[in-house]
């Protein structure tokens, strides 16, 4: 069982830059792949980034390349996703997900955390 924390969601103008964390528990946090993805209102939940379990590989949608990176810290049991050069579009709540494998991680969640939100203003 891993249960999954998001922290550091908030309000920011447009332009600016926010740190998401997401914190997990118990010890096999180094075997999953883990993924941010964002629902806005009224849309689907999309992909936004994933990282693979040593953190070697990693791999972002095209709507955010170049300005977000995700990363991990296996010893802290924490992945992250930095976003710079914000935009309104991105405003959502974000969620961090745990998959066993990175090349199925779309469609094999195991675990998801309760989200962030985000918020950009113009």
């Known amino acids: 069982q891993v249960q999954l924390v998001e922290s550091g969601g908030g309000l920011v103008q447009a332009g600016g830059s926010l740190r998401l964390s997401c914190a997990a528990s118990?010890?096999?946090?180094?075997?999953?792949?883990m993924g941010w993805f964002r629902q806005a209102p009224g849309k689907e939940r999309e992909f936004v980034a994933k990282?693979?379990?040593?953190?070697?590989?990693?791999y972002h949608a095209d709507s955010v390349k170049g300005r977000f990176t995700i990363s991990r810290d296996n010893e802290k049991n924490t992945v992250y996703l930095q976003m710079n050069s914000l935009k309104p579009e991105d405003t959502a709540v974000y969620y961090c997900a745990a998959s066993p494998s990175y090349y199925r991680l779309l469609t094999d969640i195991y675990y998801w955390g309760q989200g962030t939100q985000v918020t950009v203003s113009s």
């Open positions: 118990g010890r096999t946090f180094s075997s999953y792949a």
């Open positions: 990282i693979n379990a040593s953190g070697g590989s990693t």
